[in-house]
Structure formats: C-alpha cells, structure tokens
C-alpha cells in the first residue's frame, strides 16, 4: 500500500520531541554548530609528530632512484620511508576492496599523477613539508594511458606489469542479462534507439579531507588509530591482514567525519603511511591529506562510457534495453563494492520499467589515473544504471513524439507485480510507481509548464521540463552473496538500558553527517518507547561497538537500521517477561503501549520501561529463568536489498545568447518506505540534489593527454554553491518494505542518484529546437553552447 | 591544510616603510595586501617569496574612495567589499559595483584589494577590464617618494606582469569622470564566484544622441584584460542602435585572442566576446541616456 502526502515544508513538529519518529532536530547538532565537533585533525596526542606524502608529478615513469638523504638532514626530520624500504618489510603492496593490489609507495613504477612516492615524519607538518621538496626522485618517463577507449589497443603501454603475466590493460570483463534474448527482442522491435552516454570522472570532495592518527605502543602491541573512515569495523580486519597485527590489538575510531559521500570507504595508502610511521618512529603520527591530494588521489566516482539502446514499440511499449560499457577504473581496481558485484549494482540499468530483456556487457580497463571506481553517493553504480536508463528513455519519447511522462506511466512495473524480478535478475522488493510520479507531476504543475514551455519556444526562449524516475537497489545486503574481501555485510547492534530507564546504543555503522545520533535514537524509541533524548547512539569505534561493514550505499537505515530496531524489539521482549512479574499477570495478558506494559482491560495497572529498567537491575526477585539486566545483542543479516523509488522534475531556462543553464524549479518526490525523521530525509535529500546539479553543470575531473590531472584544486573542480540551486520542493509517498522490520528503505543517495538525469533531460528538453537529442555532462555554457550548434561532444 | 615554504614577514608601518624594505630586500621580498591571490599561490607552492611585506595597516592612507570634479581617486589599499557598497562609486560607475557583484565570494570581498587585483595581473580578472573600461591611470610610487602615473594600457605589461617595479607599490587608481556617461558590466562564469569564462565592460558617452565615445574592456580572452580602441572606433560617432550594438560585438569577437581551457573553448569565449559586449554597451547606453 502507498500512501501519498502532500509535500512538508514547515519544521512545525520540530519541538513536539516524539518519543519515536517524527520531525526532530538533530541530536548532534549543538556540538556542530557551536565548533565543538572532534575531527581526526582536532585529535593531538603527546609528543604527535606529522607526516607529508611525495607524489608523483607524472601519470607513468619508471622510478629509477630515490636520494632522500638532504630530506633526512632537513631540520626537525624525524623518518623518511620509500617504497623499496617498506618492501623489506612487506608492506609495498596492500589489497585493495576489490582482490586486487594497489602500491602503499611506488617501488618500480608511478602508475598515476598522484601516486604516493616517499613519506617524512616530521616535527611539524611544515618540517615535513618542507622535505618532501629535498627528496630527489629520478623518473624514467613512461607514455601514459589517458583515454579508457585506447587503454586494449595493441601497443598499449602496459600499465600494470607488476601482475605476473599481464600484457595488456584488461581489467575485468562482466556481462548480466539474455544476450541472445535481447537480440530477438530488439530483431522485432518497431523502435530502436541508440546513444552514446557518458558519465564523467566526478570526485567526491568532502569538506574534510582524508587523514589519520596512528599510535603504536611497541610494549603493549597496540594500535589505536583515528581515521576518516565510513567502515572501521572492515578496516580493522583489513589492517590486521596487512600489517600484520592481531586484529585484538587494534582500535579503529572514527570520530566526527566531515563527510564521506563513498571518499573514506577505501584503504589509502596514507593510513598505512601513518601506521608505519608510529612504528618506525615510536610516536604518534598524525597525516591529514590537503585539499589537492585529496582531489589528485583519492576514490573518484564513475568514469563510465556507456552505449544505451532500447527497444519498443511504435506506440510507446518499452520492450529491451541493452548496453554495453566502458569502464575506466583508472591504476588500480580500487573499487569498493561487494567483490561478487565488480559493477557494482549497475544491474539494475533497467530502470522502474517492466520489460522482456535485458542484457549488458561491460569491459573494464587500467588507466593512469587515480584509483577508485566507486564513490560519490551512488549506491554501488546505480548512479550510472538510472543516468543511463533515464536518459536513453528520454531518447526514446523524442524519437516516438511522445511526452516523457506519458512514457514512463506506461511502462512502469504495477504494484501487483512486486515482489518483482527483473530481467537482469534483481527482485524489487516493494513499489507503487504510478501515485509517486503523479504526484510530482501535480507538485509541479506539469501540463501548466508544457503549455509555458510551448509560448516560450514561439518567442525563441529556451526552457527545458526534464522528468527522471528511479528505482534503488541499497542495503547491502545478503550475506550469502554480498561481502567483501570475505566479510559479510551483515550489522551487529547492542542495546543496553540502564537502571534508571536510560539507554545507549551502540551501532556497527558510522555517521559522516547523516544525523545517525538521532535516527537510531529515533527507531530505538520507537521500539521501547524511552525518549531519544535518552539514548545515546555509540559508533565509529571499533572497541566500543559491535561488528558490522560500515556506512556507504545508503545501508545503513537499511541494515543497521532494522538491527537497531529489532535488538530494541529483544530488550522489549525480556522487559515483557519482567513486567508480568511486576504485574503479576501472564505475559499473555500484557499489552504493550509506547513505553509501558499493562494488563489487558486494566490499563490502570501498568508499569514503565523506566520502571522495568529499574526492576531489572534492582533488588527483589526475577520471574523464573529471567537474568537480571536489560540488554541484548544481535547481528541483522538482510533477505534482500531494499528498493526506494522516486520521481523527479526539474525545470531550466537557458540562456540563447551565452548558454548558461539556470536550474529554475526541482521537484523531488521520493518513496524510501516508512520515514523516521522527515527533517533528516529532507536534509539527505537537498545535500543530494544540490550534488546532482554540481555533477550535470559542472563537475567533472579531467585530464590532459599526458595524465595531467586538471581538476587539483577547487578553483578547477567546481562544486555547487546554494546560488546555483533552486528552492528544493520535495514532496514524498511511503511504500513501506515488507522484509524491513520497520520498513524503512534507506534515502542516502537516492537525490545523487535521481537528479543528474533530470537535469540533463530538462537541458536537452530546452535544446529541442536546436535539434538536440543528447548531450554529456558536465553541462558548462560551453558544453552547452556547442551542442546548440550541433556539435555535442562527449567531455572524454 | 596547503602549507607555504617558510618566509619573513614584516608589517609596514607606511608607505615609505614598505617601499623600503622592499628596495632592500628586491625580487624576494613581495607585499602582501588582502593575500587572496597571493597565499594561493603560495600554498600550492607555485611561488615562494623571502620576505612578505604586510601592508594592510596602512589602509587608513590607502583604503579610500574620494570622489572630485574631474576624477574620482581610489587608493590601492581599498577592499572589494567597499568598492561594492560605495553609493557615489555606484553613482558615477554603476560597472563597479555590477563587477563587484559576481567577483569571488563575500569572505574573499572583504579582504581583497584593487591594488591587488590590478597587480595580480591575472587576464581573468575583473576590476582591471573595469579599470581599463574606465580609463583609469594608476599611481605608482618609488624610494625617495617619487611618483609615476601610467595609463591601463601602460600598467599591464603582460599575463601576471605589471609596469609596477620592484621597490615600487601602486598607490592609487584615478578614474577620469566625463558627463553623459553610463557603464555596465557582464559575466558569464561557470558557477558563482568563479573567475570569468569571459566578462565585458563597457562605458558609453553620449553627446545630443550620438556616441562621443565609448570604451570596452574584455577579461579573460587575451594576455591582458585588454582595451578595445578598434571598438571605441566603430562606435564614436554613431547612433546607439542595436544593430551597431551588434557590429561592435563582432569587432570585439576579431580583436580578441581567446584560448581553449577548462572555462570553455576559444570559439565559445569569441562568441561571448561578441554577446557580452553587445549586452553590456546596450545597457551603458541605455544609463547614458537617462
Ligand atoms: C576563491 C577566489 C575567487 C576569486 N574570484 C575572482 C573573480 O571572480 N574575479 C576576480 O577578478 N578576482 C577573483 N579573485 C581574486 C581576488 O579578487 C583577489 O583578492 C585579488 O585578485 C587580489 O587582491 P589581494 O588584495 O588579495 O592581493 P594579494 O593576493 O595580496 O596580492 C596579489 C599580488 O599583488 C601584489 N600587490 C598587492 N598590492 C599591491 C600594491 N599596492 N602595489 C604593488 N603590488 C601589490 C602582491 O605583491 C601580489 O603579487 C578570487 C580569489 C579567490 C581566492
């Protein structure tokens, strides 16, 4: 069942402080905006010294020498680590998430601009600095592979010959769907349209770049390290793995994280660096990267070039889609997604829509460029799957002549046919499409804006109304095919209620800003009914929490979520059993109102969670069999991925003369099942759009044809700023999902996923006249202006 | 965090002071005024100075906009942020605090200086394409107090380059006031608070409905932000009609030496050369008029 509501934009329920969901202002807030936050930078230690990373100022060179012996005599020095120095110790090489190995420092070669060279340790971060510049390397420059679409062509520098027989620049190959029953489909079809789409390396840029503290206690054996990561609980194992030291002896915190958006799921070389660098020197050692290694270096997002087609008939039944792939996963296959999933979720290319086949074939290459594949708030490469899908039927309602909303009712997977399989093989779990785009279509008065749109294009003004609707796949997910590098993405949770009815939490998950502080507390209190404000959330320590695979494919509502929800379920269960003793009635005869137990018809009679709490630790007895505290502990192993959906409407005008694209209207109405704080939806929400018109107008890092990266700074990889954004109007349905314990579906991504393809459409929409059918991101005024002329070029 | 290579630093007690030190201390030492082009540069280590003379204490003498008869003086020190909010500045050149506007953000404004925009000498940048519409001379002080005055054209000796020598400081920027005049300013950028894929300025005087004379100053599509003389030509003398309006942004597409980069393509900034020129004489003369 769906429900549908007329959009929110009031934060009247703000002070109502529900005992579970509802509008709620953010428990982590006050500490934020007073400057009370503890970043990994805040983190100083006695006697701390500080690390600097040498990169490579080349995309491809063959190291043939390192003197670092001026950088040693350099003041206030402490160590300098090369690579063949950590490869006595064998440390050179580290895994990456997906099986394969990337270099901690370069030994033989430098495989990207960027790659990490050499580390100092350092008195202070100037010291350290200042030496990286005394460090002679001695580069035997390579030719590098800039364009994926040259990386297989015979000659091809070998980028990767530290693999045993490796010859070429071949990644991985993948393929999903009926090759040989999407041939047949599209052999029949009325309609086949094909266009080239490519999604361009974009970088996730958070606010706070990466960085780590290391402390090594070389008596002990123990290592605590802070560290900007979205994963501590992986990251321990994967360190104990690499460095060799018993995962029991290592702390992992993750304290405040000034954003993550899929930037601090990897391993960096940088956090070994630190490792190895509180042991060589005995000290701690902080390295927080600056803003341009942050951009050069690390996990960048999609890098995708992709051929849509679709198939269907001459009056608008969408019949196939197919495509095929190139992906650029740059110099090492950095990619972090469950290892079974080299594409990530990218199955789920077929969209909301119910079709006869499928099928994509994907190549994967080296490049000499930074190393990643997965970042940027996309849910595993669904960000590329709903680009794809919703622009190509885009393409498709031109060359039909029909209005691109008309296309996606028809075509929409019915309610009746959930739980739906698609023919890539995903089950959807839940959905009601048809109430979530009518909606968005009322919100924005849609026929309105078509007949303005008509009377504009008649006077030669260019407005464009673009239409995306998405289906998510997040959650991961079921361990018996989602983990990685073995472990299993199951959650563990911990609920422990005090004597006095407080309770703390403790999650396997890691905030980068999400609001988890008061989500959880929110689903906590809506399972045992003490006020959030009474629960505190534990995360991002691995020696305070419980196992469980970290915050990144909007998982952790998802997963986490319902592991918060039903360990509160398991207190509530033990706290029955001590109310029937309380009470001195059969559990039976108990009802359970938000917060109290009371005997059913007596509702006088009743007794608190507060009071159960208190009973539970207190003396007196317990009924027969019951231990005494109120705690509980279990790890959620989801049956499936959660599927949110949503409808987005975006509406542009573009300048004729200077091609400038002003983002007028958006209209985001989203379905992410039951919604536990609206206020907190409506954030990740806004964050999301403001991200989807940064990477269709503007984002984008590149590379000159040496490797070059272009995009090192920020005044070279622009990021939206509140005054390329409109007013958000976000509107919402709720299709709860039925494996969920509370039904939540997850909403993390959803608007970074949805809203560059409404935006690009609406472009191309107001460059129909111009005979525009597509044109790539990023849609800069140039870009623009040149596919006005009808000369689109792709951006790579 | 960047961090630049070490340097001294010494904050200049006046003018004479800071053009002493730097007579001593010569092309290691630099000045350093709202350092928001400066410590950039520094910190990505791109340029790395000695001796950084701070001479924002001396914006008692130097931060001032003083309206005469024949000219209007701005001293080198005066910040972006009271270029924009100057009601007299706004009065006699509406251009400026229409550059002002889309110039970087509110925390860059508030700091950065027109000396330092000037002596930046960056082809981008945007209050020497207004300076250079405006025909404004610039002051530049020596040792011993001695005094030069050079035109626009003079001070731009080419990208990141400036007539400004070594133990020398711009003190002041004259712009010459004339009646039946207007100006306006136009900018296509990529996002708020970037620098200009292209920006004009353009001021118009006219005289019983006809052009007497006209400028046009273009960033970002040349070494320099460069004045247009084959412009001024096409306009003095004529009507101000649209079609002319038109003619004069195809002349400026000509004169212009735009190249490809990240901003755009060269024949997309020649094309804005055209479009933006064409807006911003239509609206300078339209402020002519009334
Ligand atoms: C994020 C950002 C965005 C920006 N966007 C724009 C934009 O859109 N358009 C634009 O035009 N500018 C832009 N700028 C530049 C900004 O306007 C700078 O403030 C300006 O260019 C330099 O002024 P400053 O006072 O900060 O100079 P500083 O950085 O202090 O100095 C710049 C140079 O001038 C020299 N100098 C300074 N004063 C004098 C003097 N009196 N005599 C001789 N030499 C002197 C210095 O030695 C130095 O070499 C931007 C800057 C930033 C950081």
Redesign the interface.
């Known amino acids: 069942m769906t429900t549908v509501h007329e959009r929110v934009d009031t934060f009247h329920d703000n002070d109502q402080k529900p005992v579970g969901y509802g509008r709620m202002l953010r428990k982590e807030d006050p500490r934020f905006v007073r400057g009370r936050g503890r970043y990994v930078?805040d983190v100083q230690l006695p006697g701390m010294l500080h690390l600097a990373i040498l990169r490579s100022p080349v995309a491809h060179a063959r190291i043939v020498g390192i003197d670092t012996s001026a950088a040693e005599a350099s003041p206030g020095v402490k160590a300098v680590v090369t690579g063949a120095m950590l490869a006595e110790l064998n440390l050179a090489w580290m895994p990456t998430l997906s099986n394969d190995v990337q270099a901690v420092l370069a030994t033989d070669k430098v495989r990207f601009q960027g790659q990490e060279v050499a580390f100092v340790v350092a008195e202070d971060?100037?010291a350290a600095?200042?030496a990286l510049?005394l460090i002679d390397v001695e580069y035997d420059i390579l030719d590098p592979v800039v364009d994926a679409r040259r990386a297989l062509e015979p000659g091809a520098p070998v980028i990767r010959d530290d693999l045993e027989g490796k010859t070429d620049n071949h990644c991985f190959d993948w393929e999903t769907g009926d090759e040989a029953a999407t041939e047949a489909v599209f052999a029949r079809a009325d309609v086949v349209v094909t266009e080239d789409i490519v999604y361009p390396r974009v970088h996730p840029a958070p606010m706070e770049t990466c960085g780590a503290v290391a402390d090594f206690d070389a008596v002990d054996g123990r290592l605590r390290l802070w560290s900007t990561t979205q994963a501590p609980h992986a990251h321990r194992t994967l360190y104990a793995i690499v460095a060799g030291i018993p995962e029991h002896k290592i702390q992992v915190i993750a304290p405040d994280i000034g954003g993550g958006f899929g930037n601090k799921v990897p391993i960096y070389p940088g956090y070994v660096c630190a490792i190895v660098g509180s042991i060589v020197t005995g000290k701690p050692v902080k390295w927080?990267e600056?803003?341009?290694e942050n951009l050069i270096s690390t996990g960048f997002a999609r890098d995708y070039i992709m051929r849509g087609e679709i198939a269907a008939t001459r009056d608008g039944r969408i019949l196939a889609i197919r495509t095929n792939v190139l992906a650029d996963h740059g110099a090492f296959n950095g990619t972090a997604a469950p290892v079974k999933y080299p594409a990530g979720f990218f199955g789920v290319f077929t969209g909301s829509y119910d079709i006869e086949a499928a099928y994509c074939k994907m190549t994967a290459v080296y490049t000499n460029k930074a190393p990643g594949g997965v970042a940027y708030a996309c849910s595993f490469r669904i960000t590329e799957a709903v680009y794809l899908v919703e622009r190509i039927v885009d393409c498709l309602a031109d060359e039909l002549g029909m209005d691109p909303a008309e296309l996606r009712l028809k075509n929409f997977i019915q309610p009746e046919q959930f739980p739906y399989t698609t023919k890539t093989g995903w089950v959807y779990d839940s959905g009601d499409y048809e109430p979530t785009m009518r909606l968005a279509m009322e919100m924005a008065g849609y026929a309105e804006l078509r007949r303005e749109q008509e009377e504009k294009r008649a006077r030669g003004e260019l407005m464009g109304i673009g239409i995306a609707f998405f289906t998510e796949a997040v959650g991961a997910g079921p361990r018996k095919n989602m983990d990685i590098l073995g472990l299993g993405m199951a959650d563990g949770c911990e609920l422990r209620v005090h004597p006095t009815g407080k309770a703390v939490v403790r999650l396997s998950v890691q905030s980068q800003g999400q609001g988890h502080e008061t989500t959880f507390a929110q689903i906590v209190a809506e399972e045992i009914g003490i006020p959030p404000a009474d629960i505190d959330v534990v995360h991002g320590d691995t020696d305070n929490t419980p196992f469980g695979l970290g915050t990144y494919g909007s998982r952790s509502t998802p997963v986490s979520g319902a592991a918060a929800a039903l360990v509160a379920r398991k207190v509530r269960d033990k706290a029955r059993i001590i109310a029937s003793g309380m009470l001195e009635v059969s559990v039976a005869d108990l009802e359970w109102s938000k917060g109290a137990f009371h005997v059913t018809g007596d509702p006088g009679k009743s007794v608190t969670i507060q009071d159960i709490a208190l009973r539970a630790h207190g003396a007196g007895d317990l009924p027969e069999g019951v231990e005494g505290g109120l705690e509980a502990q279990i790890c959620y192993n989801p049956s499936n991925l959660t599927y949110p959906h949503g409808a987005y409407i975006c509406v542009v005008d573009v300048d004729p003369?200077?091609?400038?694209v002003t983002v007028r209207r958006f209209i985001a109405v989203d379905d992410c099942g039951t919604r536990i704080n609206p206020m907190i939806i409506e954030g990740q929400v806004h964050g999301g759009l403001t991200d989807g018109v940064g990477m269709a107008?503007?984002e984008m890092i590149?590379f000159d044809e040496d490797g070059n990266c272009?995009g090192a700074?920020m005044?070279?990889y622009?990021i939206?700023?509140a005054?390329?954004v409109p007013d958000w109007e976000t509107g919402f349905t709720v299709t709860p999902s039925p494996h969920h314990p509370i039904g939540a579906k997850g909403v993390g991504e959803s608007a970074t996923v949805g809203s560059p393809p409404a935006i690009v459409n609406a472009v191309v929409d107001a460059l129909k006249p111009f005979g525009v059918r597509h044109a790539d991101m990023p849609l800069?005024?140039?870009r623009v202006?040149?596919a006005m002329r009808g000369h689109a070029q792709p951006p790579i | 965090m960047q961090v630049p290579a070490p340097f001294e630093y010494e904050r200049a007690t006046s003018v004479d002071h800071a053009i002493g030190l730097l007579e001593r201390l010569g092309s290691t030492a630099r000045l350093i005024a709202g350092g928001h082009s400066l410590l950039p540069m520094m910190k990505l280590r791109l340029a790395n100075f000695d001796y950084l003379i701070d001479i924002n204490d001396l914006h008692a003498d130097l931060g001032y906009i003083r309206p005469g008869r024949d000219e209007i003086r701005i001293g080198a020190l005066t910040r972006h942020r009271e270029l924009l909010e100057s009601a007299e500045l706004a009065t006699a050149f509406p251009i400026f605090a229409e550059a002002e506007r889309v110039i970087a953000d509110p925390v860059v404004r508030n700091r950065g200086t027109l000396g330092g925009s000037l002596c930046q000498a960056d082809p981008s940048e945007d209050l020497s394409a207004v300076c250079t519409t405006l025909d404004a001379s610039c002051v530049i002080r020596g040792p011993g107090g001695t005094e030069r005055v050079v035109s626009m054209e003079e001070f731009h000796v080419g990208p990141y380059e400036t007539a400004v020598g070594d133990a020398e400081m711009l003190v002041e920027v004259r712009l010459p006031v004339r009646p039946g005049g207007g100006s306006a300013y136009e900018k296509v950028e990529r996002r708020a608070g970037d620098w200009a894929v292209v920006s004009a300025g353009a001021a118009v005087w006219l005289d019983g409905g006809v052009i007497s004379d006209a400028r046009v100053g273009l960033a970002a599509v040349g070494p320099n932000t460069t004045g247009m003389p084959e412009v001024s030509a096409a306009l003095r003398g004529q009507e101000p009609t649209e079609s002319l309006f038109e003619r004069a942004g195809a002349v400026a597409a000509a004169s212009c030496d735009p190249v490809t980069d990240q901003r755009g393509s060269a024949d997309y900034k020649r094309h804005l050369a055209a479009e933006l020129t064409k807006r911003a004489l239509r609206r300078a003369a339209e402020r002519a008029r009334s």
Do not use: I
């Open positions: 930078d971060r100037y600095r200042d510049e927080m600056d803003r341009s003369g200077t091609a400038q107008l503007m590149a272009l700074s005044m070279d622009l939206p700023t005054l390329e800069t005024p140039s202006w040149d």
